[in-house]
């Protein structure tokens, strides 16, 4: 019988999916597991080598966990909604339904044929309706919540309006509330709601007629098409993830994740302690607030400066600085936040011609705008002192703007109203105090001369939730008079219209805006702007562990079987964004008793990069004359990208190079190497279609088999890293499988044209054996539990050569070594475990039990020294006393011969370790 892989795996998928092999119940007497794969954008461009990466280790997780004893839950779904499946419905001109549906197809297919355990019946699709009509459920039950700072959680919106009703507010009484309009109390109410709406700037792009993400502008303009940009204000969907700023920062001393990923979360939330400090503007009523994490610095502001959308910037721009300011206004407008907050190469702001007072001394402060403060983070003002930040310096030496020591000793105006107190206290940290003592006096100080106060300060803003977008949940709110009014749950959900052909709406609103059957209804005007891609999937791990359920977003009884999410696998680009929101959910979810945990995800591990190995052929230019590597500095070439697929190793195939691109290069002529081969040059990049580096997985699991491929998968290096792909070393891991397969078959006879024959026997293994099977299991267990995939499979290849140097071909023996494969190399191993003459799947079978007694070493190599210098060894029993050794020692021709007749005047033995002989 020969290792016929395709056959094989080809078997076991179609019986595995048969029998519902991977069907996982909700009710189990076993422990319960969860392991997760971020779910994927299903892309037109179907899967390459590197998207693998990380479902091959959670693969191997799920099915390790199996045999250790757990019910677990592995689901696969598909994220697919949002901004990627528009944008390649329009440029194929196909609806985003369709291709959705077709993108999937392909992907499922293709994840099919490397045999991953997904549970298949708990499938989600985000734009599926009865998958957003829960998407849809939870954003009202945001909307119909609010933060309540003293419980510090969230609680129903119903419980804010009695309290209103009853008791009142600091701003307003109880009558007062009963006499404001609807509308007022609306006004009120969006102020506290979780989702809530108000007007933002967004990046609308005319030529394109929508609104773009931050990351969809470039310089100034789109970055597809390179057409204008400019801000604009709209009225927008947000979620309110700030009021849950210190909870998420506290919940990240509770879960497993990297302390690099927690640092990233740490820093995108950005907690700071410092003051607010009001400044007076001379010649104004008005006053500007600025946050400041060092109040003890104010004697050295030499200048203010203010978002460019500052509410003041208007009213306090002199008539001289008018043309100047609004110049300056309109180039930031082409402007992105990102472009802004990137680190600034070029210095750019504008003298507004106001001043505003230092309310310790009365100094007048010139007062600027400049692109790098944003009107969303913090007051939307900065105070500059230039002797101690290295950005607010560069901006004084490129302004020109004079700038002051620490103290501010050149200041002489008056002081503008603090008491002589005030100012004695602020003068005695400013010179003897550390730094968090002078912080604490400065506020002490602003407080008691009542121009600021103690303030703790976020970076993270809240989220924005609303796109003009057609391909997206649309909200289920409806505009009455300028009240949104939410639908009620059993009118969910409300579906996406289907169109055939859709663009954007009128003054930037999306595509919905078009559809007027739609928008108008007799309740009022539904909300055009539909939910952004992470509004699925912010919750879409607790639709799996009950994905029929068509009450609930999911059962509270299954919510508490599954619990958190044990082990997360994702790449880090959402390390951020997605992450927080679904943690932000999660914790609203918590508060209202829909689910009994407030963090998603115990354990995070985030896999590497598979990179493209990228290949390069060199023109000479202005020819279709391509010269190999070695002699292209002989010529002025240019250096062009080859599909990696027409190259073997570094030698490319000539005939496919001519055909390759509908015939593009077919009059090629070529350099060649003395040898006759053209060799590319080569480079480490991102694997990329446009880099033509890309390797299909389906062609190297049909030429190699699945479990070659997975196992070569893990076998490139450590999970977590980023690693070149090297299509070349598949070959050793394939021997492998082959060679594993032998102490089961022997091979065919090509003369006889016989199949191989079984070898395995039952017979009792030997110690050696066992000790073979148990340091495995020792290996491969630690190995799996920690996701050193690549050093297990390594493992593997030492154990299977030690099995064949002694020649063990033993049922025993060999049966234990399949379940430790299972999880890395499915097909194979289940194939040979039915030739042993097991009946039941391998998958039932428990994991190989660890017996340390056989690991122990029955012998010890001792090296012996004479007169400390070492000449010889000896083994001797592991439990040998001092006189045992030296009897062995004296005994031992090899070692008494470096004597030299002497006798022994001393003989040291260190138990373990050595032996020293002094003659």
């Known amino acids: 019988m020969e290792y016929d892989f395709r056959s094989i795996e080809q078997k076991w998928q179609l019986h595995w999916k048969a029998t519902d092999a991977y069907k996982v119940s909700n009710t189990s007497n076993k422990p319960s597991f969860y392991v997760l794969d971020m779910f994927p954008y299903p892309s037109g461009a179907g899967l390459h080598v590197g998207h ?21 839950l592995h689901p696969m779904g598909f994220d697919s909604f949002g901004l990627p499946a528009e944008q390649y419905a329009l440029e194929t001109g196909q609806h985003p339904a369709v291709t959705t549906e077709k993108n999937i197809a392909t992907f499922k297919a293709q ?22 009509k829960f998407t849809q459920q939870l954003f009202l039950k945001l909307y119909n919540s609010y933060f309540c700072n003293t419980q510090q959680k969230a609680r129903p919106i119903s419980e804010l309006i009695e309290k209103y009703a009853t008791k009142g507010s600091k701003h307003f009484t109880a009558a007062q509330w009963l006499q404001f309009t609807p509308q007022q109390q609306a006004d009120v ?3 506290r709601r979780l989702a809530f709406s108000k007007f933002g700037e967004v990046n609308w792009c005319e030529a394109l007629g929508t609104v773009l993400a931050n990351d969809e502008v470039v310089n100034g303009v789109s970055e597809r098409g390179g057409h204008p940009v400019e801000k604009k204000k709209m009225r927008q969907w947000y979620l309110r993830i700030t009021a849950y700023a210190d909870r998420l920062l506290q919940g990240l001393e509770t879960v497993n994740f990297s302390d690099a990923m927690k640092e990233m979360q740490r820093n995108w939330i950005g907690k700071s302690e410092g003051a ?8 104004h009523n008005e006053k500007i607030t600025v946050y400041t994490t060092r109040p003890d610095t104010i004697f050295g502001v030499d200048f203010l400066v203010l978002a460019p959308e500052h509410a003041l910037v208007a009213s306090i721009t002199t008539a001289a600085q008018s043309n100047a300011v609004n110049e300056y206004l309109t180039y930031v407008k082409s402007r992105s936040d990102r472009e802004r907050m990137a680190e600034v190469k070029q210095i750019t702001g504008c003298f507004t011609g106001a001043y505003a007072k230092n309310p310790f001394n009365g100094q007048l402060i010139p ?11 913090g007051t939307g003002a900065i105070m500059a002192v230039p002797c101690g930040d290295q950005r607010d310096f560069g901006f004084a030496k490129h302004f020109n703007i004079p700038i002051t020591n620490i103290i501010g000793e050149h200041y002489t105006g008056e002081a503008a109203n603090p008491t002589k107190e005030a100012v004695l206290q602020l003068s005695d940290f400013l010179t003897g105090m550390v730094m968090k003592e002078a912080i604490g006096a400065a506020i002490d ?5 009542g121009v600021g106060k103690r303030k703790v300060n976020y970076r993270m803003r809240d989220a924005g939730f609303s796109r003009q977008r057609y391909w997206g949940e649309p909200f289920p709110i409806i505009w009455n008079e300028g009240i949104a009014e939410a639908l009620p749950e059993t009118a969910l959900p409300l579906t996406l219209p289907h169109v055939d052909t859709y663009g954007p709406g009128p003054e930037g609103e999306g595509p919905l805006a078009n559809i007027t059957d739609w928008v108008q209804t007799p309740q009022g005007k539904r909300e055009t702007s539909t939910m952004p891609g992470y509004a699925g999937s912010s919750w879409y791990f607790l639709r799996y562990m009950d994905p029929h359920n068509t009450e609930s977003f999911c059962d509270r009884a299954a919510s508490d079987y599954w619990g958190q999410v044990d082990v997360y696998i994702g790449g880090t680009e959402h390390a951020v964004g997605h992450l927080l929101y679904s943690r932000m959910w999660t914790k609203v979810l918590y508060d209202l008793g829909f689910i009994g945990f407030d963090e998603p995800f115990k354990k995070l591990v985030n896999q590497g990069m598979i990179q493209g190995s990228s290949r390069f052929v ?11 590597a070695s002699k292209k500095e002989q010529y002025e070439t240019n250096a062009l990208h080859v599909d990696v697929n027409i190259v073997d190793g570094m030698v490319l195939d000539v005939d496919a190079f001519k055909q390759w691109k509908n015939g593009e290069y077919a009059n090629a002529t070529f350099i060649l190497e003395d040898n006759g081969t053209y060799v590319c040059g080569n480079e480490v990049e991102k694997m990329s279609k446009s880099k033509y580096n890309t390797v299909n997985p389906d062609v190297l699991v049909d030429k190699y088999g699945a479990d070659t491929f997975r196992m070569y998968e893990m076998f490139l290096g450590p999970v977590e890293q980023s690693k070149p792909w090297d299509t070349k070393g598949i070959e050793g891991v394939h021997r492998f499988l082959k060679k594993l397969w032998r102490l089961f078959y022997t091979d065919a006879n090509p003369a006889t044209k016989e199949p191989g024959k079984a070898v395995f026997v039952d017979e009792t293994p030997t110690q050696p054996e066992y000790k073979i099977l148990h340091k495995t299991i020792k290996k491969i267990e630690q190995d799996t539990e920690q996701f050193s995939y690549n050093t297990a499979v390594s493992a593997f290849m030492v154990c299977v050569n030690d099995l064949t140097d002694a020649k063990c071909h033993k049922k025993e023996i060999l049966e234990q070594v399949l379940i430790l494969l299972s999880p890395y190399a499915p097909h194979i191993a289940e194939e040979l475990w039915h030739q042993l003459g097991n009946t039941e799947s391998i998958l039932e079978a428990p994991y190989p039990i660890l017996n340390e007694s056989y690991l122990v070493e029955a012998t010890k190599e001792y090296p012996v020294s004479i ?45 373990g370790r050595m032996i020293n002989v002094v003659v």
């Open 52 to 72: 693998p990466l990380g479902y091959i280790a959670s693969d191997i997780y799920s099915r390790y966990k199996r045999h250790k004893g757990f019910n677990v």
């Open 111 to 132: 994840l099919d044929k490397i045999g991953f355990c997904y549970d298949w019946s708990r499938e989600v699709r985000t734009s599926d309706a009865s998958y957003y």
């Open 189 to 191: 109410l969006m102020e």
């Open 276 to 283: 607010e400090i009001q400044f007076g503007i001379a010649e």
């Open 367 to 377: 007062i600027w705008i400049a692109e790098y403060v944003l009107a969303g983070y």
């Open 445 to 449: 100080a602003l407080e008691k001369i």
């Open 618 to 628: 060199y023109r000479v230019a202005g020819t279709q004359q391509f010269v190999t």
């Open 867 to 911: 007169n400390g210098k070492m000449r010889s060894s000896i083994v001797l029993p592991t439990e040998v006393t001092e006189s045992e050794a030296q009897v062995a020692v004296m005994g031992t021709e090899a070692i008494t011969k470096w004597f030299d007749g002497k006798p022994v005047k001393k003989f040291i033995f260190v138990k």
